[in-house]
T-cell receptor, first 116, second 110 residues
Framework: AQSVTQLGSHVSVSEGALVLLRCSYS??????LFWYVQYPNQGLQLLLK??????LVKGINGFEAEFKKSETSFHLTKPSAHMSDAAEYFC??????????????FGQGTTLQVKP | DGGITQSPKYLFRKEGQNVTLSCEQN?????MYWYRQDPGQGLRLIYY???????QKGDIAEGYSVSREKKESFPLTVTSAQKNPTAFYLC?????????FGPGTRLTVT
């Protein structure tokens, strides 16, 4: 069965430092991949998505992610953290074979803390 | 302004009572979803619907029920059979595999 693993439930960085949030998936067929952000007591907002075009995907708020098939990874990065980036981040995957259902499998989430 | 609305934002109920959470979308999306979110457990799929008058169980459907009488609406009922109903509930709709989320309803049952 399809699964998503986010390494690290909590990540802490200093303001201005590199942000790296890790996501790995299990699938024999490259899936569609997504990163969402959630601020406290709010819904999820799409940051970026990979659907088989360019392997380096640029999203909103300066975030980007690189799809690496050989590593089955889709890590999220941002060169310089801002205090407003503090939130919970979710990686999600959609199996191409069942993508017509729109179902997503979510990772457990990573809470990003940004220290001044 | 297109989007998904969930109401109310906060909901309090006594144990043993059924409660219905509202989800409305004006995005003209066919598919809609309900998730439950608990701390440290990510999002778990309760029910989803790909078309009006049709819906399927997700991973944790026990103790929940849904209906899909209109394209715009996908209400979720948390029944008294749900053992641990206190949680944050998120509704979503999708098009071309991309899901859009509502603001969520935080349900507290005491």
């Amino acid at each position: 069965a399809q699964s998503v693993t986010q390494l690290g439930s909590h990540v802490s960085v200093s303001e201005g430092a590199l942000v790296l949030l890790r996501c790995s998936y299990s699938s024999s067929v490259p899936p569609y991949l997504f990163w969402y952000v959630q601020y406290p007591n709010q819904g999820l907002q799409l940051l970026l998505k990979y659907t088989s075009a360019a392997t380096l995907v640029k999203g909103i708020n300066g975030f980007e992610a690189e799809f690496k098939k050989s590593e089955t990874s889709f890590h999220l990065t941002k060169p310089s953290a801002h205090m407003s980036d503090a939130a919970e981040y979710f990686c999600a995957v959609s199996d191409r074979r069942t993508s017509n259902t729109g179902k997503l499998i979510f990772g457990q989430g990573t809470t990003l803390q940004v220290k001044p | 302004d297109g989007g998904i609305t969930q109401s109310p934002k906060y909901l309090f109920r006594k144990e043993g009572q059924n409660v219905t959470l509202s989800c409305e979308q004006n995005l003209n999306h066919d598919a809609m979803y309900w998730y439950r979110q608990d701390p440290g457990q990510g999002l778990r799929l309760i029910y989803y619907s790909q078309i009006v008058n049709d819906f399927q169980k997700g991973d944790i459907a026990e103790g929940y029920s849904v209906s899909r009488e209109k394209k715009e609406s996908f209400p979720l009922t948390v029944t008294s059979a749900q053992k641990n109903p206190t949680a944050f509930y998120l509704c979503a709709s999708s098009i071309r595999g991309e899901q859009y989320f509502g603001p969520g309803t935080r349900l507290t049952v005491t």
